[in-house]
């Protein structure tokens, strides 16, 4: 196969608007807005979020009970983490502990979400920039145009253990997309010990293909003096902000449960609470132009797009993961996690990774930890019991936090004697990173674009600033039609249309 | 090789667990892709959709529409793409009858705007801002979607060929479409009927395989689900959940039930019920002797009874509170108005 296509060639532009809309490979809807000086270099740019749908509103006298699966509905991608958030917050509003197996079940299914949803996002939204090049023709650079490149039979293996996971979740939750199993202290289906021997045949096959996947993300990225160029260039693609992630009682990195660690620029903790006290942690900021909120840590403040010391900016997800943790409780994940900490080490780097594309390096470890407990858990013959309820109390108030596959998640809920809604907060994984989203792509904006010379290439890299946060798979469905949408609108100042670049 | 018919796919107000449906068909992706060339995909807006508006009336041979509309984006696509398309789908049950969104007509936007940016407990806000349609930054000039007061199912903006139910529509479901399209575009074997409903005819309880009482159904007490223990065969409705199946197409293979846990509605009415709550309050009723001429029980009891379901308009209109006759007129302290 031809090699990647890192550069393409620029053209001049003499208009003060970049429009780039729609964003692609990612998750739901988004636009960017870059202001050239008239020099042409990058005065700020504006990642817009056009969508809300008012779910603290409308919860709001719902019973209680009904929210897990009310919830499931913000997202279809990861429906599986709001699920368990909403469940988890409802053994807090019944003061309810669920049952060993529960528990167990409740993690097993959560691996499922993460096996398909970090390969989802590795094969169909990462990769075509990194197997093709983040300059090569768009209808080339998608999910389609990594199948060719890569052949078929490794197409077909993504497509198998992506389904796997989505397997996993249906035998376990009662459905991939939306499940229904979470109770107050329990879970609401008994494994049979069929379906625990069927999970664990796609758990060990999952491992397999979690070693594939590093050793690919080894072979095309590690490998590739380009990209590692790409990765280690501070200019653009590099923030020193606060980290947050969840932990177990050693800080090795959990998805289900523990407690939650802030780590500062050094690496460094800060602060480590437990989710009844998120309120004294995270506060949110709002702007006019987009209808996402940005939550910052409170005690240090709300600064603006900066970030360091003083600006209460914080980066979840797998970047946020890898930086609070001290490894991984699994044996694959914690030596990939050694090699990345040597690498990073002998690169001359101390303290966390800092560099935003890390983020896909730390998701393919993060996608082996998830087979690698995915096989513990569904090799576990005890998760067949019928003790899947615990005892509950009346309902009044809790929180329920768990590492949804694009961070911290946050569900906060309080309830009438009755079991209705009283009030409901929910702080979402990407509103988390929303404020460093943004202030990367005004970075990768100024970094990339000098003297009004744009190009499509160069404007996928200032979207690969932010797709790195961002994993999804309805974005995969979107690449499918070989026709990725990059358009980019160069409109004059009074906002009339001057010309426009398509690659599709 | 027969040309690729055109087709396109947009999401509104939805979660994006419709496009993931898609992606579960898995290998039968391939056949899609073997009839069909994808011309817009679900993240499309002003951009994008200015080059679909190039295209000549009816070049789109089918356009699949999921997610509800919930602001003036959503509607301008809709409306643009009903307009380029031969056949037009809502896809979801959020584009067929308003979906969980949908229940955001229980409020307004101004109650949504105060909720979500100043009265939630983690927001910092206090000079009360929010977004705007048209927005001045120091640099120039942005603008966002207007958000809507209320949620609209698709039919309610532009004229909708057929419908697809379900959160999200089934693997089974989304096979039926595709081979329907691909033997109508290969054999010129004739589409259903206009306004068809793309899913089974019966109610979730005919293919549901818990047992149900055949005579002298009765319940005398409602629970939550997690107030008892099913028994993993009987009919959870027997056993006092309230599960919506009575009242729901079938379709989904009863995916729910199955997995100890209430249907919720989701694939929406049976055939030629506009109403899911009303159909199911019914069937509840009888459940409770309520419609029974010679019942002894009085206004009292029966309120007594049926008090017991603590948010009827969340367990009964969940999924379809746009498509209702309630519309706006549920408001919080209507909710005993709905039960009475």
Known sequence: ?504 | MAEKIKIAQYWGAGCGGCDVALLDIDAKILDVHAIAQVVFWPIGFDGKISEIEKMPDKSITVSFYNGAIRNSENEHIAKVLREKSVVMIAFGSCACFGGTPGLANVTNKKEIFETVYKNTPSTDNPDFVTPQHHIKVKEGELELPEFWDSVKTLDEVVDVDYFMPGCPPTVNLIAMAVDAVAQHVTKGTPLPPKGAVIASDKTLCDECKRERVEKGRRIDKIYQAYEIKPDPKKCLLDQGIICIGPATRAGCGAMCPNAQMPCRGCMGPTKGVQEQGASMLSALSSLLNITDTESQLSEEQVMTLMMQVKDPLGTFYAFTLPKSMLKKAVTERGRRKVVS
């Open chain 1, 1 to 504: 196969m031809a090699g990647p296509i890192i550069n393409d060639a620029t053209t001049k532009t003499k208009e003060r608007k970049i429009t780039i809309d729609p964003i692609t490979r990612l998750e739901g809807h988004g636009k960017i807005e870059i202001f050239l000086d008239a020099a042409g270099n990058v005065e700020n740019a504006y990642l817009q979020i056009p969508e809300l749908r008012g779910f603290e509103r409308f919860c709001i006298g719902r019973h209680v009970m009904e929210l897990p699966v009310l919830t499931n509905r913000l997202c279809g991608v990861c429906p599986a983490a709001h699920h368990l958030a909403s469940t988890k917050a409802l053994d807090a509003v019944f003061s309810a502990t669920p049952t060993e197996t529960a528990k167990k079940l409740r993690e097993l299914f959560y691996m499922g979400q993460y096996t398909h949803s970090h390969i989802a996002h590795f094969y169909a939204l990462a990769a075509p920039d990194f197997v093709l090049g983040p300059s090569a023709p768009s209808n080339k650079r998608n999910v389609l145009g990594v199948v060719d490149a890569v052949g078929v039979p490794i197409g077909a293996e993504v497509i198998k253990h992506r389904s796997y996971g989505q397997k996993v979740q249906e035998i376990v939750g009662g459905r991939a997309t939306h499940p229904v199993f979470g109770l107050p202290g329990g879970v609401s289906k008994q494994i049979s010990e069929e379906e625990r021997v069927q999970m664990q045949e796609m758990a060990k096959s999952c491992v397999e293909f979690g070693k594939f996947t590093i050793k690919l993300f080894h072979d095309i990225v590690l490998a590739n003096k380009d990209y590692m160029g790409l990765v280690l260039n501070q200019d653009a693609y590099y923030l020193n902000s606060y980290y947050m992630g969840m932990v177990d009682k050693n800080n090795k990195t959990n998805f289900y449960d523990g407690d939650i660690r802030v780590v500062d620029q050094e690496g460094k903790e800060v602060l480590k609470y437990k989710p009844s006290q998120y309120l004294d942690v995270i506060a949110e900021h709002v702007e006019p132009w987009t209808y996402m909120k940005m939550p910052y840590l409170k005690k240090v403040g709300w600064k603006g797009f900066v970030t360091g010391k003083d600006s209460g900016i914080y980066r979840v997800g797998p970047l946020g993961r890898i930086n609070v943790c001290n490894g991984y409780t699994t044996p694959l994940a914690q030596k990939e996690y050694e090699f990345l900490a040597k690498t990073v080490k002998d690169l001359g780097v101390k303290g966390p990774v800092n560099h935003t594309l890390a983020y896909h390096w730390a998701r393919v470890i993060e996608l082996q930890y998830a087979t690698e407990r995915m096989l513990e858990l569904a090799s576990d013959k005890s998760i067949t019991s019928d003790d899947i309820r615990g005892p509950y109390n009346e309902p009044k108030e809790g929180v329920g936090i768990v590492e949804a596959p694009r961070g911290t998640l946050i569900h906060h809920y309080a309830s009438d004697k009755n079991g209705l809604c009283t009030k409901i907060n929910m702080v979402v994984a990407t509103t988390n990173n929303y404020a460093a989203i943004n202030t990367s792509v005004i970075q990768a904006a100024k970094a990339l674009i000098k003297n009004g010379e744009v190009s499509q290439g160069l404007l996928n890299k200032v979207e690969m600033a932010f797709r790195c946060y961002d994993p999804c798979n309805s974005c995969g469905t979107h690449s499918l039609n070989g026709g990725p949408a990059l358009e980019v609108t160069v409109k004059r100042k009074d906002g009339s249309v001057h010309s426009v670049q398509r690659n599709f």
